[in-house]
């Protein structure tokens, strides 16, 4: 799943978007969201873990995917 909010969607907004997205989301899903790179980073829900980070100028793109409970936490190997 693609997400690519409005710039000016606020991250209350943004957050209630991805709590959506949780539990509709199958085991290996993954969302990318692509915000303004002056944008903090989105609150991830429980459900959503984040495992990679790009920035393209003034763009960047995040990409999470369905947490298990026994994901390791973000950064760590696979």
């Known amino acids: 799943m693609l ?3 409005p710039y000016p969607l606020g991250e209350r907004e943004l957050s209630a978007v991805l709590a959506a997205l949780v539990g509709r989301l199958g085991e290996g899903g993954v ?3 692509e915000r303004s790179s002056r944008s903090p980073e989105p ?4 459900g959503l873990r984040r495992f ?3 920035r ?3 763009t960047t793109t995040w990409f999470a995917e369905t947490a ?3 994901a390791p936490p973000p ?4």
């Open 75 to 78: 950064g760590a190997p696979r």
């Open 68 to 70: 298990l409970t026994s």
């Open 31 to 33: 969302v990318v969201v």
């Open 52 to 54: 990679e980070q790009k």
């Open 43 to 46: 609150e991830w829900p429980s």
């Open 3 to 5: 997400a690519d909010p």
């Open 56 to 58: 393209h100028g003034e």
